[in-house]
């Protein structure tokens, strides 16, 4: 029995022994260089590939711009407001009850399926189109800042029907390319561009007849993505360009506001008579809110020194009170919405939904690069609100709208579908009950 025992005793010593050996030398190797930053991006890109994160990053950044769009728009309009012998909350009143309206919107837009949307193309894209020629008949159409694009509604409501033909327009263009492609007639380049380069053009004369060239060339930079995004040839996709640009030259070239908008890119001075008074202070307010900004409210540019504070220049406001860190933090919103949208649109199989997206995507980043590039001084001031941002409740409900077409997207793929039925409550007790079912009947 002894000797037994002591058999038994050593080959137990003799296993711990390399097993400590074993614990001392997993720490003395040393990690490679660049793992740290390799594991980073190798996870990063693992998030990035889950089936649901277009759909958050989606609904994230267009929640928490609108949000900050609407604390930005309470600090900028205050002065404003009381200027013109209002209360201080006139203009944030008025923006959030726009924005109560657009997140129902959005969640509507959300919730409907692919087939609403198409089957809501034609009407919307006739109502834009009356309420557009509505506003040229006299009396009924008003002039704002001297753009005649307005509809009175009554009381301190407004409305601007070339909003609502930016989306007409994308859901329009989507349903009309997604029914050609299926019937496969867009190779030939008259399908390509018949009727929908017309219809465009018959947008863009009806805008331009209010003289609001800003929504024209974001009408404009739609037509061009639905058109990239169907394939059009190169030959034909730089004649639509080159068509359209000589336009605006010609535009441009005829009307002296126009011509002082575009002298004034990148001005350091006002100018004689205060030509690029807009652009120059937009520039102060900027460089004077250095890193981290001046704080919340504490902006000296909206005192009456910068015109349209909480509009077109609400980005300059932005820059004043929260420095480069907020510039920055609302430029990755924009980034990561523009770049979820990018994904949507690559991944589907549906065509309607590719233009949809593809559309949406352009609408807003355009319109956002147009009108930062402005503040910055490195694009003319083309009077185009900042998306989602500025003030405006024809501008945000809209764009909302069109925010909630990319959620119902990015809800729309299969992955997605499957993992968000997943993560229902039903779902979830059902399958810990089938679990609980599949335990042995010893098993505590």
Known sequence: MPAEESVRVRPADKARRPASVRVRSTGSPRSPRGGGARRLYERARRAWDRPLTAYYVILGAGLLITVLGLVMVYSASMIKALELGKPGTYFFRKQFL????????MAAAARMPVKLHRALSYPLLMGAVFLMVL????GIGMSVNGNRNWLYLGGPFQLQPSEFGKLALVLWGADLLARKQDKRLLTQWKHMLVPLVPVAFMLLGLI????????????TAILFGLLWLAGA???LFAGVLATAGLIGFLLIKTSPNRMSRLDCMGASEPGPGGSCWQAVHGIYALASGGWFGSGLGASVEKWGQLPEPHTDFIFAIL????????TLSVLALFAALGYAGIRVAGRTEDPFVRYAAGGVT?????????????????????????????????????TMFAVGLLIAFARDEPAAKAALAVRRPGVRWKTMRRRVKKRPSGER
């Open 362 to 398: 352009t609408w807003v980043t355009a319109q956002a690069v147009i009108n930062i590039g402005a503040v910055l001084g490195l694009l003319p001031i083309a009077g185009v609100p900042l998306p989602l941002f500025s003030y405006g409740g024809s501008a945000l409900l809209p």
């Open 319 to 326: 820059g004043e009170e929260l420095g480069l860190a907020g």
């Open 208 to 219: 331009m007849l209010g003289g609001d060239m800003g929504t024209a060339i974001i009408l």
């Open 135 to 138: 506003v040229q008949v006299p």
């Open 233 to 235: 040839p190169t030959r």
């Open 98 to 105: 726009a924005a109560v309206i657009g997140a129902g919107l």
